[in-house]
Nanobody
Framework: QVQLVESGGGLVQPGGSLRLSCAAS????????MGWYRQAPGIERELVAV???????QYADSVKGRFTISRNNAKNTVYLQMNNLKPEDTAVYLC??????????????WGQGTQVTVSS
C-alpha cells in the first residue's frame, strides 16, 4: 500500500558530495519520523540520520557535520545531503518512514536502497 523509492546514489570520489532522495507514495494519511540507514557488506545496518515530522534531526556520530537530513512533508519526501564523503561511507543507503495509512494502520515502511560508492 505504501512504497518508498530512493534515488541519487552513485560513484563519487573521496571528498565529493551526493544528494539522496526518498519519495513515499500510496495510501498515506501522514508520516511521522523518516530516516536513512546504511548497510555495508559484513556490517550490521546502522542508523545514519532521522528526522521528525516537525523537522528535528539526529545523526550518527560518524556523519555529524558532513551529512544533512531534510524533508518536504507536502511531497512525502526525505533527503540526505552528503558532503565530504569518505570511503567508509560506501554502503547501500535505505530510507524508512513511520507511516499512518488512510485506513489508520501504522507501520514502518522501507525502501529497497540505493548504492553509494566512495572511491578514487
Amino acid at each position: 500500500q505504501v512504497q518508498l523509492v530512493e534515488s541519487g546514489g552513485g560513484l563519487v570520489q573521496p571528498g565529493g558530495s551526493l544528494r539522496l532522495s526518498c519519495a513515499a507514495s500510496g495510501s498515506i494519511l501522514l508520516i511521522n519520523a523518516m530516516g536513512w540507514y546504511r548497510q555495508a557488506p559484513g556490517i550490521e545496518r546502522e542508523l545514519v540520520a532521522v528526522i521528525t515530522a516537525g523537522g528535528s534531526a539526529q545523526y550518527a556520530d560518524s556523519v555529524k557535520g558532513r551529512f544533512t537530513i531534510s524533508r518536504n512533508n507536502a511531497k512525502n519526501t526525505v533527503y540526505l545531503q552528503m558532503n565530504n564523503l569518505k570511503p567508509e561511507d560506501t554502503a547501500v543507503y535505505l530510507c524508512n518512514a513511520n507511516v499512518m495509512s488512510t485506513s489508520r494502520a501504522t507501520f514502518l515502511s522501507w525502501g529497497q536502497g540505493t548504492q553509494v560508492t566512495v572511491s578514487s
